[in-house]
């Protein structure tokens, strides 16, 4: 491949992935400037935060497509496999990082689902089936990530695809930085849960004496 290639692919990737899609359509829908509500993350758990679950579902497979079809674009462009590798890295730092937010990005959950899900999709049912185990047992958006981040490159490397292992282990190293504050709120018990509004951890059942 050359170098040309690999600028080419990794820029469409970035375009694809640095569409915000939770900005957009919580502005055009009137719920406001997301980076002013909950914690200011431009995903959809964030969405979620505004009350409005149609607008979250459609930020999540957004992000998501936009990861896809970065993959799957660039992979029927160029003769080498290694470009569609570039673009699904590219979609992930141009969620990361867009260009049009100041660099100011999400955490790149549902983006890495949705490269996964391009570059090989039996990895991708692997991260949202541990993302949705450990959502319904720990109801923690962000731990339920981490974990899924975990297992997906290590099973595409034993059993699935081990060409795609070390984009996804990049991925996942890059997803941890940018859940770091999270990390520290786990450890200490201050992370919001699934369905708080205000991503403060929910009230223990009977905690509030009534």
Known sequence: MSVWD????LVIGYLCGSVPFGVILTRAFGAGD????GSGNIGATNVLR???KGLAAATLLGDMLKGTVAVLLVNALATAPEA???AAVGAF????FPVWLKFKGGKGVATYLGVTLGLFWPAALIFAATWLIVAFVTRYSSLSAL???LVTPLAAFLIF?????????FMTVALWFM?????????AGTEGRIGSKDGRPAERSGASGA
């Open 6 to 9: 690999a600028i080419t692919a």
């Open 34 to 37: 997301l980076r002013q509500i």
């Open 50 to 52: 505004t009350g409005r």
């Open 84 to 86: 569609a590798l570039l």
């Open 93 to 96: 730092i141009g969620h990361l």
């Open 147 to 149: 974990i899924a981040s």
């Open 161 to 169: 695809d081990v060409q795609s292992a070390p984009t996804l282990s």
């Open 179 to 187: 859940h770091r504050a999270n990390i520290a709120r786990l450890l």
